[in-house]
């Protein structure tokens, strides 16, 4: 089975700060993304990357920027976290191109105060 | 633009039989899947429709047509454990990117 590990399940920043959030995928799948979930909203893709060292941006990529250094680890970056950035953020995997199925983590709920 | 239409809530009984549409505006269309999302756990992959017509899997069927830029999820013999969120998604941008719609909650009742 596929797995997709984040690192934090739940975590507490304050505006201005420096936040990283972790994603690590165990089955060498090539594209990993980010999204983050609001209600009402769905789920709203920030980034994505097919290779390692390659990124594009998703639908909504401001006041965020990401790192894929290895194949199973993509990171998002929120430079200055801001209240508006509070909400679910998920990270997926999947294989190659086409319809290969996204696979989900759990999931980081992420709270700016 | 791109966008993607689902009903935000449906309500149906145990043991019938419920559809989630979804139509959608993008651009190089490339396939609509499902998901479902239980309440606090992470989307799993129900099927993907590259081409117009029915996939079945078990109680699940999805159906596509792309000409009128729609498609629905059939699920049949609800169960209880059925509650959850639906999701449809458009795969687009050379089979990379994968937009999701808002999501359609499903209550099923006893």
């Known amino acids: 089975d596929v797995k997709v590990t984040q690192s934090s399940r739940y975590l507490v920043k304050r505006t201005g700060e420096k936040v990283f959030l972790e994603c690590v995928q165990d089955?060498?799948?090539?594209?990993m993304f980010w999204y983050r979930q609001d209600p009402g909203l769905g789920l709203r893709l920030i980034y994505f990357s097919y290779d390692v060292k390659m990124k594009e941006k998703g639908d909504i990529p401001e006041g965020y920027s990401v790192s894929r250094e290895k194949k199973e680890r993509f990171s998002l970056i929120l430079e200055s976290a801001s209240t508006n950035q509070t909400s679910m953020y998920l990270c997926?995997?999947?294989?190659?191109?086409?319809?290969?199925?996204?696979?989900f983590g759990n999931g980081t709920r992420l709270t700016v105060t | 633009g791109q966008s993607l239409e689902q009903p935000s809530e449906v309500t149906a009984v145990e043991g019938a039989i419920v559809q989630i549409n979804c139509t959608y505006q993008t651009s190089g269309f490339y396939g609509l899947s499902w998901y479902q999302q239980h309440d606090g756990g992470a989307p799993t992959f129900l099927s993907y429709n590259a081409l117009d017509g029915l996939e079945e899997t078990g109680r699940f069927s999805s159906f596509l047509s792309r000409s009128d830029s729609y498609g629905y999820l059939l699920l049949q013999e609800l169960q209880m454990k059925d509650s959850a969120s639906y999701f449809c998604?458009?795969?687009?941008?050379?089979?990379?990117?994968?937009?999701f719609g808002a999501g359609t909650r499903l209550f099923v009742k006893a």
């Open positions: 997926a995997s999947s294989r190659g191109q086409g319809n290969s199925p996204l696979h």
């Open positions: 089955m060498d799948h090539e594209n």
């Open positions: 998604a458009v795969l687009n941008t050379g089979g990379f990117k994968t937009i």
